[in-house]
């Protein structure tokens, strides 16, 4: 087992991040010490719901499923979520665990922050994008019809619990969706302020079909380098004020696309992964970066063979792009590589992106 712990010191708050490749017949009774013989409840994943209720074995009285999808985080199961709670009678001394992927742990967490005001919430990630990004930091949020993650709160778990077992049965697609998410941190990964580099863009060149094998102990590395990248960031600016605004890169494309498409069409980590070419792109045509530096970034996310996006008309990416939550009223945001494995925060008018784009 290795056990990393996120600090937050302008709240005095710390919990801890097990990390774990054991039996998954034993992480209920790992999560119940953190219960601790007080009352809660359970949303599971739907899919993971099939595959290891019988394994979990959790009460079916204290279970809610909710189905799988980007397009779930919405405000009726938002409503669900809160329903079941109250059914239940639980206090703030109580606990809501999320079992699930990302969508499972954003939209619980959400849930939890504004149950009488906040209440422990249990994150058990189990796709490869939570284990390595969303189960960690306290972003929560739902979606609407005006774009993703704009209705939200910054909310940190009582713990968090991932076991790389739940890997296995994760689909290709899927599996693949959270590894684009993990090639954002490779080229990151500078502006992170860890105390030793891993230097995750060679762990990647180098381990690249270990990884698409889901070879387990290949995948644990993976998991705690990201793991400790995103806290070394969140330690230090816990709601994005400044630091953080890094762990964005990509993603200002890949929302878009997401909101373009209803959040139907292609999983976040596709996203992402189209959204960091086209931030190299611009940065390339922005003279930030050199050839090799981009022909660097195409060599590396081609060895993981996203699926392919369609282009979109530039006006009307862009005017989604204005309503992004990060967006100002005159500037679209972008973080941008800089150097290798370095980035920085852009502001562009949607006039100056047109022409660039």
């Given at each position: 087992m290795d056990k990393f712990d996120v600090n937050i010191t302008s709240k005095n708050l710390s919990y801890p991040i097990f990390i774990k490749n054991d039996n998954i017949?034993?992480?209920?009774?790992?999560?119940?010490?953190?219960?601790?013989?007080?009352?809660?409840?359970?949303?599971?994943?739907?899919?993971?719901?099939?595959?290891?209720?019988?394994?979990?074995?959790?009460?079916?009285s204290q279970t809610l499923i909710l189905n799988d999808g980007e397009s779930e985080k919405n405000f009726k199961n938002y409503t669900k979520i809160l329903n079941f709670a109250l059914k239940h009678k639980l206090t703030r001394e109580d606990s809501i665990i999320a079992i699930g992927g990302g969508v499972i742990g954003d939209i619980t967490g959400f849930a939890a922050s504004t149950y009488m005001r906040g209440i422990n919430y249990i994150q058990v990630p189990t796709t490869l994008l939570a284990c390595t990004d969303s189960s960690v930091g306290g972003k929560t949020a739902i979606n609407t019809t005006y774009g993703k993650n704009l209705i939200g709160t910054f909310y940190q778990p009582k713990a968090v619990f991932i076991n790389v077992n739940f890997l296995k049965t994760l689909d290709e697609r899927q599996f693949k969706s959270g590894l684009g998410e993990v090639v954002k941190y490779g080229f990151?990964?500078?502006?992170?302020?860890?105390?030793?580099?891993?230097?995750l863009i060679?762990?990647?060149?180098?381990?690249?079909?270990?990884?698409?094998?889901?070879?387990?102990?290949?995948?644990?590395?993976?998991?705690?380098?990201?793991?400790?990248?995103?806290?070394?960031?969140?330690?230090?600016?816990e709601k994005e004020s400044g630091l953080r605004k890094i762990l964005n890169f990509g993603h200002t494309y890949a929302h878009a696309?997401?909101?373009?498409?209803?959040?139907?069409?292609?999983?976040?980590?596709?996203?992402?992964?189209?959204?960091?070419?086209?931030?190299?792109?611009?940065?390339?045509?922005?003279?930030?970066?050199?050839?090799?530096?981009e022909f660097l970034s195409e060599d590396l996310i081609k060895k993981f063979k996203f699926k392919k996006i369609a282009k979109f008309n530039k006006n009307k990416i862009i005017s989604i792009m204005q309503t992004d939550k990060k967006a100002t009223d005159e500037y679209i945001k972008f973080i941008l590589p800089t150097h290798y494995g370095q980035v920085g925060e852009f502001n562009f008018t949607p006039e100056e992106l047109k022409e660039i784009i």
């Open positions: 017949e034993n992480l209920k009774n790992a999560i119940l010490e953190e219960v601790k013989n007080k009352n809660y409840i359970v949303v599971f994943s739907k899919k993971i719901h099939k595959l290891y209720s019988k394994i979990l074995d959790f009460p079916k990151i990964e500078n502006s992170c302020p860890t105390e030793e580099k891993a230097n060679s762990f990647l060149n180098s381990n690249y079909e270990k990884i698409l094998a889901k070879d387990i102990l290949t995948l644990m590395e993976l998991i705690k380098i990201c793991i400790n990248m995103k806290i070394s960031v969140v330690q230090q600016d696309v997401e909101n373009i498409t209803n959040y139907k069409k292609y999983t976040h980590g596709e996203c992402v992964a189209e959204g960091i070419i086209f931030a190299f792109n611009l940065a390339s045509k922005l003279n930030l970066i050199d050839r090799e530096y």
